[in-house]
């Protein structure tokens, strides 16, 4: 792992209680299929069909192929045309424990949990009685060290639209001082105008994801089509540290960059507080994911947060795909060794639900302004007690050290044997990725890839990335790196 190792030095850290490795094996959903097995191209007839009956009545566009849920077990994802690929993108990243666990199922069959999956009650007005206790054993037993505010969500994006507003008040509520909210302030809100509604700003990072919604959309800066036709503020963007492989033999380059990186960062601050839009909090992803997986150091994110304290803005770090335990630790974050907890970490995807954690300054003193009629769903809460008990007793978080190690090492020693063809094979725990030699070659080899079984993703210009459960094993590690250097391999010819 000679891309990684420098990496791993720099971002050492203790990790909390609520994230140390539980239990001693994974255990294996016995329905999971042996390996892939194909037997229609894919997408396949069945799902042609299906592509067609969909798109007389909504846009098809993004649909890659239509999945048998019920048929499909653990790593393997089963498409309509009854193939069987390994799958190491699951969902977009949001899987935690692979299809149809067996103690998912069981949560939905108990009993007690069956007014949870039938009512879905409006949270903030009418919660159940038995909320109070749901959120402690399930998303605070796993809470960000530090933080022990949590505010559920309904999805990614919305969690980041509302940790944006809680950055927004907060530092508001700071300029004022401890005085009322003005009648003028109330009157001028109502019509977008100052001073209800100030001209202040949220920075992001150059291939930055952070939801499609508008509020996270601001924040967003990897596909143009994205953003395209909408409105957007004019709100800072950073550039982020882009690495130079392997790391430990450009480590002064590195750091270099990502000093140019931080000293861009101020320069913006300073910047919009002179325009009179000054930034309330800079939003960062661990590892910018659809942006092309980019990393940085413990450093670039310790400095970060000084900048953040030095300015009495917020640190909101977006943890809806880097967050629980696909890293090695609960939250990617916890690699970095702060000096102190972030003030707001997002989280969806494989924590079953939507929302944020924060720091007690970042919670709302008036009701309704963190706040939409659902604000999150309690049968998700369950599946995520489930979830959280799993990964305990199975010792999920030092699986997926492990294994992401042993992928990563596998891809360095395949990107060794094509160095024209592969580069910058990179990873944290099970994020990990790599890079083809131009976008046409690596959307050949996902096509490949499928062809042969196996499911990933894509994300930036030309990288692949890979975001497999936390019960993805040695031997399916084994499975998909026999398959892609037998694809990278071909591909050379």
Not at 301 to 327: A, R
């Amino acid at each position: 792992m000679a891309t990684m190792r420098h990496l791993r030095r720099v971002v050492t850290a203790t990790p909390s209680l609520k994230s140390a490795n539980y239990g001693t094996a994974v255990q294996t959903n016995p329905a999971e299929p042996p390996g892939p097995n194909m037997k229609t191209d894919c997408p396949g007839p069945e799902s042609l069909k299906l592509l067609k009956e969909l798109d007389a009545i909504q846009n098809t566009g993004a649909a890659q192929f239509f999945v048998d849920y019920d048929r499909s077990q653990g790593n393997y994802i089963v498409d309509a045309d009854g193939n069987v690929l390994l799958d190491l993108y699951t969902q977009i990243a949001s899987l935690p424990l692979g299809y149809n666990h067996p103690s998912l199922a069981k949560a939905m069959s108990r009993p007690e949990n069956l007014s949870a999956f039938i009512n879905r009650p409006a949270l903030s007005v009418f919660p159940p009685k038995d909320w109070p206790q749901k959120l402690q054993t399930a998303l605070l037993a796993v809470s960000p060290p530090g933080l022990n505010q949590v505010q559920t969500m309904s999805c990614g994006a919305c969690s980041i639209e509302h940790a944006q507003k809680a950055c927004f008040i907060t530092y508001n509520s700071r300029l004022r001082g401890g005085k009322s909210i003005t009648e003028e302030e109330l009157q001028t809100a109502l019509m977008n105008k100052e001073p209800g509604c100030p001209p202040q700003t949220v920075m992001s990072f150059k291939n930055a994801f952070h939801g499609r919604t508008m509020g996270a959309l601001a924040l967003t800066h990897t596909k143009p089509i994205h953003k395209l036709d909408l409105p957007q503020p004019d709100w800072p963007i950073a550039d982020f540290p882009q690495l130079k492989y392997p790391l430990d033999e450009f480590t002064r380059e590195n750091r270099e960059e990502e000093d140019r990186c931080l000293a861009q960062v101020k320069d913006l601050i300073e910047k919009y507080q002179k325009q009179g839009k000054p930034p309330v909090a800079i939003a960062v992803e661990p590892v910018q994911s659809e942006g092309g997986d980019n990393h940085a150091s413990a450093y670039f994110f310790q400095e970060l947060q000084n900048i953040t304290n030095e300015n009495s803005m917020g640190l909101l770090i977006d943890e809806v795909q880097t967050g629980c335990g696909i890293s090695g630790r609960m939250w990617a974050h916890e690699h970095w060794n702060l000096r102190e907890p972030p003030d707001i970490v997002t989280f969806a995807k494989k924590m079953m639900t939507g929302g944020f954690y924060c720091s007690d300054k970042f919670r709302p003193k008036e009701a309704y302004r963190i706040f939409n009629t659902w604000v999150g769903d309690p049968s998700k809460v369950v599946l995520l007690q489930e979830v959280v008990n799993t990964i305990k007793q199975q010792g999920l978080l030092g699986n997926a050290e492990q294994v992401g190690n042993y992928v990563t090492k596998g891809l360095e020693d395949v990107q060794k044997m094509y160095p024209g063809l592969l580069k910058n094979a990179r990873g944290l725990g099970t994020l990990i990725a790599i890079d083809f030699k131009d976008p046409a070659s690596r959307d050949q080899a996902l096509q490949r890839l499928r062809k042969k079984g196996i499911n990933v993703g894509s994300s930036g210009i030309q990288t692949i990335r890979l975001r497999p459960t936390l019960v993805f094993e040695k031997k399916h590690a084994h499975i998909f790196l026999e398959i892609f250097e037998s694809v990278v391999k071909d591909m050379q010819k």
